[in-house]
């Protein structure tokens, strides 16, 4: 049984027409999960979540007259009495990014029906997730105690500095704890047999990967505009 | 990789009935209880909503003849009307009232493909209500910053409620924004990936086309008001500056700096502007077919008006600055906002046109229904061609901020979905309850609203060209306006209590109709499209009884030439009678399933 109907325009090999007839098609217009689809559409909203955190944070930047204080120097780690620039900031990319490579073999695992696997590598992934919310509260504790930063004050120049600071890495670290609780959730569904009993499908745990894949995208960006630039 | 259909599915899903009271009527997972629910609570919120207009237009027919009605309290009357009939009334009855009940129905399926996500979606909606109406009983009052908040006036001392009444104001706002994406994915999802055999994108009523992409400019646009209430939320406690420019309040420099108010225009109506899509795309969806139905003739040009729902959903993103003429941007902007916002004219006057087209030798039935839906037209062609002149820059710079523009977005925006709430509640009242509603009294409620609104927004242009400038509290000595204008904002003022009682008319016949109406035949329109074809009206748990229904023409099948009856439901087989859309009315490509060949 074929879902795409076949017209002559598609027969007469128009490409166009033939994708407008495969997505208007009747049932579905993706043929994926309906899980899965949910969490794209929701990822897309929440893309428009961050952006706008992000275009908020630019224009305060254009608009204030204080000097923004160089990230680099702020993020700075001192290793053997030499200040290293945006060190720890480097070490949690890194840990995000490879608690994504964890993410992708879990997954990889879930389809081929290896529950142990899936379970470990999931459980890999949160522990490096929750790490990173570990570092996150340390840079937080650094600049709050040791600098003197405040959401509304900033003794190294513009207080908009510090509020957007705590306001954009806040809201993405809670999106990465509120992953780190996902995650364990489904791997441990995984683990006691709960979508075994279930068809024996393991769909959900690709969703939750694009969810934890996303939030690390979401991490780069906000690494390169307010880290970097 | 084979994946099989949701639709196809069905029978190996589990379908547990509700036992209890609690999870039949309460803690429902049902999406046609979860629709009333978001219905009933955004109909009592309205009602709020309502009153407090009364108390304006009161002080502004009778200026200072009620002790109530202080300029604060005032402020707060125009913020809150707004923002409730805007967001808690309008976005919670089409997409949660509407969009619930219709979307399984009308697209073929059992349910949303995830009702616990459903359930929680009304749960956190009513909690956004509660929050929003305790801001009435806290020291202060609500916030009376009029519904755009604008800072830095919504959070600076003088402003009524600037303390606690725009925190709470805000929170609800995010309580809503959350409760509106976890019912919006489902709308999205089920529209996509739940549809029924048969049930092509091309076949689905317009209904669905209209809280589609209703719902789907709702996700895209909320984010915007969400990140502006939390800044805004952060301005007001732990006085962060995002929004917050150096300023001296009462003699005292506050501890502000350097922030964009401007910013919180711009994200504002990145959201405001498609609200008002929000609005409306649902109402052009349900007025089509109620037009349709009721005229027993296929909706004109099916096609045009799925392309132009796209459209102007599409077009709405980048017309977001027309609100802010005059907030000092650069004027090069007027330029590119104005020819976008007159753009979106075309897919809309092209909406309005098939309307009319449709009704055009059409056997039109002038039930209740129907006598709503026509004075939608009347009233929406009324706003839209106002809309042309203040999208004009020029036009709009000696308008903005007078009742013109009151005028202008009440007609367009409040009275025009307003008029099609009504049309789509006495339409499909008959489905909901198994009664039918009392003709008569339906007659009463459509004149006295219809004349009633007209009397109301008319004279407001007038009022407008003269330059009476709008929120103002009272109009004090000012010399260029006339006596006239205050005798004919006294007589607003008599047609908008008019107005408002009347609408007593539409409670006192739903209810005597549950009561004691008499008992709906089934499809008592003749109408086409699936959700009049359940087994049981209204339909029970499930919706489908053992086996889902299978589709095979559009939904507009009326008046098929040579057929005897003059409705084709979507469920007859091309082989019984013919597909009346691939004789008269030009579809491009056909999209028949193979089934048909």
Redesign the interface.
Known sequence: ???A?????VEAGDTF?GA??D?????????????K??MW??L???T??F???LI?YM??RM????PWPLTSEVFALSMGGEPIPLLLIAIMTFILITSSGTMAMAVNMGYRKEKEKTFWLMVATAVLGASFVGMQMFEWTKLIVDEGVR??YNPMG???F??AFF?ITG?HGLHVTGGVIYLLVVAFRVKNGFYERR?NNYEIVEIAGLYWHFVDLVWVFIFAFFYLW | MAFVAFADRDHEQEHHDPQTFLTKYVWSQDHKVIAIQYGGIAILVGLIALGLSILMRLQLGFPNSFAVINPESYYQFVTMHGMIMVVYLLTALFLGGFGNYLIPLMCGSRDMVFPFLNMLSVWFYFLSVIILLASFFVPGGTTGAGWTLYPPQSISAGTPGAGMGIILMLVSLAVFIVAATMGGLNYVTTVLQARCKGMTLMRMPLSIWGIFMATVLALLAFPALLVSAIMMILDTTIKTSFFMPAMISAGEQLSYNDGSPILFQHLFWFFGHPEVYIVALPAFGLVSDVLATHARKNIFGYRMMVWAILAIGGLSFIVWAHHMYVSGMNPYFGFFFATTTLIIAVPTALKVYNWVLTLWQGNIHLRVPMLFAIAFIFTFIHGGLTGIFLGNVVIDLPLSDTYFVVAHFHMVMGVSPVLVVFASLYHWFPLMSGKMYNETLGKWHFWLTFLGAYSVYLPMHYLGFQGVPRRYFSMGNTDFLPESAQMLNASITVSAIILAAAQSLFFINIFMSLWKGKKAEKNCWGATSLEWLTPDQPPKHGNWGHDLPVVHRWAYDYSVPGQEQDYTPQTVPASEVPVGREHGVSTGFSFETDQEK
């Open positions: 049984m074929s879902d109907p076949m017209t002559e325009a027409a407008v007839v997505y208007s098609a009747d049932k579905q217009a993706f043929h994926v999960p309906w899980g689809a949910m559409i929701f897309l909203s929440d428009f979540i952006s706008t955190f908020g224009t305060v608009s204030v007259q204080d959401p509304w513009a207080a908009q510090g509020s306001m809201f068809g």
